[in-house]
């Protein structure tokens, strides 16, 4: 055995004398502790970039306004009864948008950023807007002169400040055509 120990010495070139605990070498002839700290940076690596990450996309999936209700489900919506109706406008963003409701808690949403116009028909269902397209705002507030509502889309907020304007006077051609349609 000694003999054999011996030779592969002098074949890996490992200078004497020769440690008698057993010693993992690599390649380069490094020893059992190297070998440690490579395993234990690939598992720093293995948990900080995929189950970190796994951790963050799972979190931010919560945190949407998209859902998953079909158009029917849209349909038999139960909707919340309102004391006053009309049309609330105002910007958001680089956009304008309109939300016009009535007194049974129905209505339309149009949102025009001058490239494109998103329309949708909308039911308030005690503090939730949903759309009949599957989005989904919460109601901060709403009264006869003021509604404002809040839309999450994978963790980044946007809030509709919107002020009464029954006239249309604040609103976009676009989306007057559509609240009058």
């Not at 055995?1 to 010693?23: C, D, G, R, W």
């Not at 016009?100 to 339309?108: A, E, I, S, T, Y």
Request: aromatic share 12%; hydrophobic share 40%.
């Amino acid at each position: 055995m000694s003999n054999f120990k011996t030779a592969l010495q002098e074949q890996l070139h490992i200078p004497y004398p020769v440690y008698t605990y057993p010693t993992i070498y690599t390649a380069f002839g490094y020893g059992k502790i190297i070998v440690i700290v490579y395993f234990f940076i690939i598992w720093v690596l293995v948990v900080k970039y995929i189950f970190l990450s796994s951790i963050l996309f799972f979190g931010l999936v919560g945190c949407t306004s998209i859902t998953t209700m079909t158009s029917e489900q849209f349909n038999q919506l139960s909707t919340t009864q309102l004391p006053f109706s009309g049309n609330w406008s105002g910007q958001v963003g680089e956009a304008s948008a309109v939300l016009h409701l009535n007194r049974q808690g129905h209505g339309k949403l149009c949102i025009d950023n001058s490239k494109e116009v998103m329309s949708y028909r909308v039911k308030l269902v005690n503090d939730v807007l949903y759309s009949d397209q599957g989005l989904k705002f919460n109601v901060k507030s709403i009264n006869a002169s003021q509604a404002n509502l809040h839309m999450r889309m994978l963790g980044l907020g946007v809030t509709f400040e919107l002020n009464k304007d029954d006239p249309l006077n604040n609103v976009t051609s676009n989306c007057k055509t559509f609240i009058n349609s």
